[in-house]
């Protein structure tokens, strides 16, 4: 059975949180990228930024929700939600888009439940972490490539 040392991208492109997001956001369009790890100075991964995290740039302001009960009005969402979408919509560093502490696997993970995880928790781009480092990149094309290898069927 395949593993993740298997099928993962080992020359994998990264940035720092302190890239800017329009940087990042260039990076991930010309190098047809869905993620990018980011790392911190010794190499440890801090999270990740996806096409998704600058998307979320153009959203609307998100007006907070609220019901009534007994007279007062209580918000749908906490006020730290909210806080936190406006601070992405407003990223001007990887740092303030970034999802902090992404999924990862190791470079023995079987293929199968790589794509359990992805499917679970909607996540389209996994590092492959070993021994504390980055060690390589897995995207949900990754996993499509190994339907097509003859030794997989």
């Known amino acids: ?31 047809h990228l869905n993620g990018l790890p980011v790392l911190d100075r010794e190499g440890r991964v801090l999270g990740i930024i996806c096409q998704s ?17 007994l007279g007062g009005w209580v918000p749908l969402r906490s006020s730290e939600q909210i806080e936190n979408e406006i ?7 990887v740092a303030d888009a970034m999802t902090a502490d992404p ?6 993970t079987h293929v ?8 679970r928790m909607n996540v389209h781009t996994l590092p492959v972490i070993e021994e504390g480092r980055l060690a390589g ?12 290898k003859p030794e997989n069927q």
């Open 1 to 31: 059975m395949l593993k993740a040392k298997d099928i993962m991208t080992r020359d994998v492109k990264t940035v720092t949180p302190d890239t800017p997001a329009l940087e990042a956001a260039s990076i991930l369009l010309g190098n």
């Open 53 to 69: 995290d600058l998307v979320f740039q153009q959203e609307k302001i998100p007006l907070p929700s609220f019901f009534s009960i």
């Open 87 to 93: 601070k992405k919509m407003a990223a001007l560093t």
């Open 103 to 108: 999924v990862t696997v190791g470079p023995d």
């Open 112 to 119: 199968d439940e790589i794509a359990t995880i992805m499917v």
């Open 137 to 148: 990149i897995i995207g949900k094309e990754d996993i499509l490539k190994t339907l097509l």
